[in-house]
């Protein structure tokens, strides 16, 4: 091989560890899905009442709408919410049906008639199991978090108890008037009717801030940093070589 065939097929390799080097930089990326959580709590707390979870077996079914206007701007997921105790007490073991739906009825509105409440966005939240003394924040996680846009409704919670235990152990949650909740209860298809009053509650939930970033990723760098180490020591080999291209052809 030839002085000149070998410069080039250097230059060559040179050339090629700088397109390996770009190409590790250029694929030295994590995809992230950046998203921020935070949490709003509706309703006052201006008495106690045990409605739906603190005593069970006074409700088969209980709905509580919340008014869109007290919610962040969407749309948002809310991952699960929280009750805060007032009296401590013994809860009957129970299991609930918990539902979210944007509300066909706006708080101040509601129909006794639970099917009239309920959106077509309608989905399981959870089934959540309760007894025994309740904590002083009880929270109930989502297995499927709810996707809420507040500028399409109100939001509205459908609990529906599905078995309970025998006794009357009573516990009692924080819980007030307000003009941005309502609720309707009962143990048949229509229920009574409470006005701007129920307990109060704290949803947390997560923003989605929008498409995935590139962030560097540490090991390609590494891949990259050598690559470029290797091109430039070739170069130094060539220029401390010094030999004319001329006299190497001769």
Not at 195 to 210: A, I, K, V
């Amino acid at each position: 091989m030839t002085i000149q065939s070998l410069l080039k097929s250097k230059i060559f390799g040179i050339s090629r560890c700088k397109s390996l080097a770009y190409a590790a930089t250029a694929s030295a990326v994590l995809s992230a899905s950046p998203s921020y959580s935070a949490s709003v709590t509706i309703g006052s707390n201006d008495i106690s009442n045990c409605i739906p979870f603190g005593c069970p077996t006074l409700a088969g079914t209980y709905q509580k709408a919340y008014s869109s206007n007290v919610f962040p701007v969407g749309p948002f997921t809310i991952t699960s919410f929280d009750l805060f105790e007032a009296i401590q007490g013994v809860v009957s073991s129970a299991t609930f049906d918990v539902y979210f739906s944007t509300s066909t009825n706006p708080v101040g509105s509601l129909s006794t008639t639970f099917a009239s409440n309920i959106g077509v966005d309608n989905t399981l939240f959870g089934t959540f199991s309760v007894g025994g003394p309740i904590p002083p924040v009880q929270s109930f996680v989502g297995a499927s978090p709810f996707a809420y846009n507040p500028s399409s409704g109100d939001l509205l919670i459908t609990v529906y108890l599905t078995a309970v235990s025998s006794g009357l152990d009573v516990a009692y949650y924080e819980a007030g008037f307000s003009s941005a909740v309502e609720r309707v209860y009962g143990s048949s298809s229509v229920g009574t009717k409470d006005f701007l009053y129920g307990l109060q509650t704290r949803f947390n939930y997560t923003y989605d801030l929008g498409p995935a970033q590139s962030v560097p990723g540490p090991l390609p760098l590494f891949g990259a940093a050598a690559a470029f180490g290797y091109s430039r020591k070739l170069r130094n080999r060539i220029k401390d070589s010094k030999l004319p291209v001329a006299t190497a052809i001769n």
